[in-house]
């Protein structure tokens, strides 16, 4: 079956560190690849995402690059702000069904100033 | 910018109680979704629905569980008898069209609460 496993956290970072989350999936055929953020009190937002192999999803200084070769969708950040603290979910949605989106357990990032 | 919403954002409710948790999509979308996340565990898919029908439902949507557009506007999940196992986050998302790779928007979610 499709599914996404993320690293565990929670992750404590620097103001202005660099940032990876790990993320590995595993799903039929060719997925397309999401990094949603939560922050506190809020809904998920689509933070960026990935539609095939070798692209590079973009945003508000974070990316993710879809590795067909490794499964992976890891996410980074050259320098993380006090702004960035929120819980990131790693997410993948299939061609078939109802293209529903599958999601990892989610990471909860903190930056300390 | 055009966003899904949620009410109510709580509630508590006791075992055995029906509950009714409401959503307003994105006016222009088509394709409606009902997630949960019970506390500390993953963001799981809950049910689907296009065309004013169930496409998909996971195996968590057994009989309990219902969902409805009723207006045209409102997408509902209702839940006919509470579980203290229900307790979760529950979010709304919408899509637009029937691609794959398209965005899916949420809500701000509801946290209910059984007792």
């Known amino acids: 079956g499709n599914s996404v496993t993320q690293m565990e956290g929670p992750v404590t970072l620097s103001e202005e560190a660099f940032l990876t989350i790990n993320c590995t999936y595993t799903a039929t055929g060719y997925p397309s690849l999401f990094w949603y953020v939560q922050y506190p009190g809020e809904g998920l937002q689509l933070l960026l995402k990935a539609t095939k192999a070798d692209d590079k999803g973009s945003n508000k200084g974070f990316e993710a690059t879809y590795r067909k070769e490794t499964t992976s969708f890891h996410l980074e950040k050259g320098s993380v702000q006090v702004s960035d603290s929120a819980v990131y979910f790693c997410?993948?949605?299939?061609?078939?069904?109802?293209?529903?989106?599958?999601f990892g357990q989610g990471t909860r990032l903190t930056i300390n100033p | 910018e055009p966003e899904v919403t949620q009410t109510p954002s709580h509630q508590v409710t006791q075992m055995g109680q029906e509950v009714i948790l409401r959503c307003v999509p994105i006016s222009n979308h088509l394709y409606f979704y009902w997630y949960r996340q019970i506390l500390g565990q993953k963001v799981e898919f809950l049910v689907s629905?296009?065309?004013?029908?169930?496409?998909?439902k996971s195996e968590i949507f057994d009989d309990q569980f219902s969902v409805e557009r009723p207006d045209g506007s409102n997408f509902t999940l209702k839940i006919r008898s509470t579980k203290l196992e229900d307790s979760a986050m529950y979010f709304c998302?919408?899509?637009?069209?029937?691609?794959?790779?398209?965005?899916?928007?949420f809500g701000p979610g509801t946290r209910l609460l059984v007792l």
């Open positions: 998302a919408s899509k637009n069209n029937r691609v794959f790779q398209e965005t899916q928007y």
């Open positions: 629905f296009y065309n004013n029908e169930i496409s998909e």
């Open positions: 997410a993948l949605s299939v061609i078939q069904g109802a293209q529903k989106l599958v």
